[in-house]
């Protein structure tokens, strides 16, 4: 599939994981044609895989952005906070970004985006990218996306609550402070270990793997979690050298 949807451009491989039905929905599609894939991955930037950004991190492949974004939809409106939780690259964050601040809000409220990532070098490197585009270098000015350096697996409280969680690496397990964080309604994007949920051990299943949950905080505050692919994420860690 990945020979198939990549492109020469940024709009060919949009259009090509459009076609192929990798992005279903419009809004996803169009605010990926927004962001340049160039501007965030050093080689093969319109191929449909991921690549090494440095220091053990990888920006994923542009399919899995487009699925993190579709399965958060309905959460990412004109006015909606959103944390970004293993910003990496900083790709996805300005993806997020154009969803969020597409139009003023119904209730007045500005959008804004937070990356987090615990390698200080790669909070430099997205900003380093987001600042090679106009709208980018905009978003950062006006405070509508920010990156932090911290521990990704405590959130970041002082933005909370969070209309929308994307996490880029994969837990050890659904962290209960993430969910805390969390608006009511709000909803959650995690790959988690399979060893999670208990039963993947002892079975058959090659190394466990990894699943994303798409974990959900309704108006009452109760939580509804659900298990839906399985993926392969680096892992959500300690600060190497830590
Ligand atoms: N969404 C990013 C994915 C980057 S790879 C992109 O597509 O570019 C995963 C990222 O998670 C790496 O940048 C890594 O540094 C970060 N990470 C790993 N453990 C973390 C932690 N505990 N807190 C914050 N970030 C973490």
Redesign the pocket.
Same mark, same amino acid.
């Given at each position: 599939m990945a020979w198939y949807c990549s492109g020469s451009t940024n709009s060919e491989l949009i259009e090509n994981l459009s076609r192929t039905g990798l992005i279903k929905d419009e809004r996803v599609k169009k605010a990926m044609l927004g962001v340049d894939r160039a501007h965030?991955a050093p080689s093969r930037p319109y191929s449909d895989s991921p690549q090494p950004?440095g220091? /053990? #991190?990888?920006?994923?492949a542009p399919h899995m952005?487009g699925h993190a974004c579709e399965y958060l939809i309905d959460f990412l409106l004109p006015g909606s906070r959103v944390l970004?939780?293993?910003?990496?690259?900083?790709?996805?964050t300005h993806v997020l970004a154009n969803l969020v601040m597409g139009a003023s809000s119904a209730n007045g409220t500005t959008g804004q985006v937070i990356g987090?990532?615990?390698?200080p070098e790669?909070v430099d490197l997205a900003c380093d990218n987001m600042r090679k585009s106009k709208q980018g270098r905009s978003f950062l000015e006006s405070g509508s996306v920010k990156f932090v350096t911290?521990?990704?697996?405590l959130g970041w409280k002082e933005g909370a609550p969070y209309d929308a969680i994307h996490v /880029? #690496?994969a837990a050890e397990k659904l962290h209960p402070t993430l969910v805390e964080q969390l608006r009511a309604p709000g909803r959650m994007f995690i790959p988690v270990d399979a060893e999670y949920d208990g039963r993947a051990e002892g079975s058959l299943e090659l190394g466990g793997g990894q699943y994303i949950w798409v974990v959900d905080k309704r108006e009452d505050g109760s939580i509804h979690k659900e298990k839906v692919f399985q993926v392969s994420?680096?892992?959500?860690?300690?600060?190497p050298g830590t």
């Open positions: 965030y950004i220091h /053990g #991190a990888t920006i994923s952005h970004d939780i293993g910003s990496g690259s900083g790709y996805l987090v990532d615990h390698i790669l911290a521990d990704g697996r /880029g #690496a994420y680096v892992p959500l860690t300690d600060r």
